[in-house]
């Protein structure tokens, strides 16, 4: 995120009684300024947000396009749970502005709220509780049944998914899930078998449960034609969102007896309201949406998103955004590759537009074998690279990069064949009309990144501040001139690399200095009869 500084103050507004162990890693932070306040009316929340560059929160507060739109010095969104539908996503991320979750403080808690409520069902506990309170004895109505020997289906073999289905098998259950996006190895691994269909999955269950989110793929997953595939001692397990099982085509199929029973904890509308017809159903059990309600899970998730939130402000960590690009690593070992591969993409562009060109047309990345799973995220952080300086964008960043590139038209791309030079080798061409240009260079994690590559010529040097690519004739005293114009001028010379194809032929100069070189200096540069083009390039903060 641009214009991160540690000397700079973030405001963050903290809601919906968040756990104090998260507000407090906030409030430690010098840096960071907090404010903690009770769940806002929407008015309220509107005519405050413009204040803050981050708001943390859960599910009360709905953080809509127009609560967004009106955060103009907003950077981060935190959520202390899983599920971000109260979160205008789309807009978040079209604004640059990155949305983090916690998504593994609540596993343990909603895994064993599944199987504590799942085995309430199947032996009548709540009935039988109240049943005592109200002094019978009813021993010999209360039969009920048990796990083992029965068929657990998984929708979605995700964190919570994989939890549930290593329990079940303490149980004695057979566990068998659908899940698309799961290599096979993790399904082996987990020792459950796969089906490679939802409709094959029905076929074999006999307690199906849902762990996926709401989604537009999983909106009505299960409707009226799937729960008529179960058999009638099935039980249905929707602890994951409301909307994914068809409230009403759950309720016909209790009512009817097509299925044993169900437990539900989230609804498609929330609160349930008083009326519902699954409340009167006595094969049902109700909850009130509390999978994650444990102080321990609420303690976790509140740490998680909080430690998350402080990183993206204090040092522009965004491994754990949902809306950035997959990093594919730990961000340390990412990161050069990202300054890197936005760097190279400037210092093409300054050459390309230096040639004539008008606009970019194509940015392809590829980049070394330990980067290969980070290369959608180098991807984005390229666009950011060709489009700091041509648009209009107060949050230009990893977030909202390619999204802004594809709306100008750019088409990005990745090769997937790795770069010869490194592991940590990261190349970008850029490509518009009939000039095409590829700069590339090393990003070694622990290392300043370095420039090795622009077009056919081999260079050295580091892309910091500002740097100068001089194209000019491989002859004698080129580089006494250049330096003693520059040196008149008042720049400073970091780094000055020399490289040419063939002596006498041309020659290139890639000249790292301190401070800015102005158009003038650039035109001084360009009067020097060796010299056959001049671009500057300003790397910008962050």
């Not at 979160?87 to 990155?98: E, Q």
């Not at 998504?103 to 009935?127: D, K, S, W």
């Amino acid at each position: 995120m641009a214009g991160m500084d540690r000397e700079m103050t973030f405001r963050v507004l903290v809601t919906d009684e968040i756990d104090p162990e998260g507000v407090a890693l906030l409030s430690a932070e010098s840096a960071l300024t907090v404010d903690e306040v009770p769940t806002l009316p929407k008015d309220e929340l509107l005519a405050r947000i413009g204040d803050y560059d981050a708001i943390v929160g859960r599910s009360a507060t709905r953080i809509s396009a127009e609560l967004l739109q009106a955060g103009k010095r907003l950077k981060v969104v935190g959520r202390a749970g899983v599920g971000v539908d109260n979160i205008a996503l789309d807009v978040a991320t079209s604004l640059g502005i990155a949305v983090i979750n916690a998504p593994a403080g609540n596993t343990i808690a909603v895994v064993e709220l599944f199987f504590g409520a799942v085995i309430a069902l199947l032996r009548h506990i709540p009935r039988a509780d109240s049943s005592m309170r109200t002094g019978r004895w009813d021993r010999s109505t209360l039969l009920g049944s048990e796990l083992k020997g029965r068929t657990l289906g998984i929708v979605g073999l995700g964190r919570i998914g994989s939890e549930v289905a290593t329990r079940a098998r303490a149980f004695g259950m057979e566990v068998i899930a659908y899940d698309p996006y799961i290599a096979e190895s993790r399904f082996e691994s987990l020792r459950v078998r796969r089906t490679n269909t939802l409709d094959a999955l029905l076929d074999e269950s006999d307690i199906l449960t849902i762990h996926t989110p709401l989604t537009d793929e999983t909106t009505g997953m299960v409707g009226r034609k799937e729960l008529a595939r179960l058999a009638s001692r099935s039980v249905v397990v929707n602890m994951a969102r409301g909307g994914i099982v068809d409230d009403v085509a759950l309720f016909d199929a209790l009512r009817g007896n097509t299925l044993a029973g169900a437990v539900v904890d989230a609804f498609e509308k929330e609160p349930l309201p008083a009326d519902h017809p699954l409340r009167v159903l006595p094969n049902v059990l109700l909850t009130p949406h509390i999978g994650a309600s444990t102080a321990e899970a609420q303690r976790n998730v509140a740490v998680d998103v909080c430690v998350a939130v402080r990183d993206a402000l204090l040092s522009g960590e965004l491994s754990r955004s949902i809306n950035v690009a997959d990093v594919g690593g730990e961000w340390a070992d990412v990161q050069p590759g990202l300054i890197l591969a936005r760097r190279a993409a400037a210092v093409a562009r300054a050459i390309l537009a230096a040639q004539g060109m008008r606009a970019v047309q194509r940015i392809d990345v590829r980049s070394g074998s330990a980067l290969a799973g980070s290369r959608a995220a180098l991807l984005a952080s390229a666009a950011r690279g060709v489009l700091e300086g041509a648009v209009e964008q107060e949050r230009l960043n990893l977030i909202n990069a390619r999204s802004m590139a594809e709306a100008r038209g750019i088409e990005l791309s990745v090769t997937e064949t790795a770069t010869q030079e490194n592991p940590y080798g990261v190349e970008v061409r850029l490509s518009g009309g009939m000039q095409e240009i590829a700069v590339g260079g090393s990003a070694q994690p622990g290392s300043s990144t370095r420039l090795t590559r622009i077009g056919a010529f081999h260079v050295d040097v580091q892309p910091r501040d500002t740097l100068i690519i001089l194209t000019n004739n491989d002859v004698p005293g080129v580089i006494g001139r250049v330096g003693t114009l520059l040196g008149a001028a008042g720049v400073n010379i970091a780094e000055y690399h020399q490289a040419r194809l063939a002596q006498g032929g041309q020659a290139l100069a890639a000249i790292s200095v301190d401070g800015d070189v102005s158009e003038a200096i650039r035109n001084k540069l360009l009067e020097l009869p060796e010299v056959l083009s001049a671009s500057v390039v300003c790397f910008q903060p962050g």
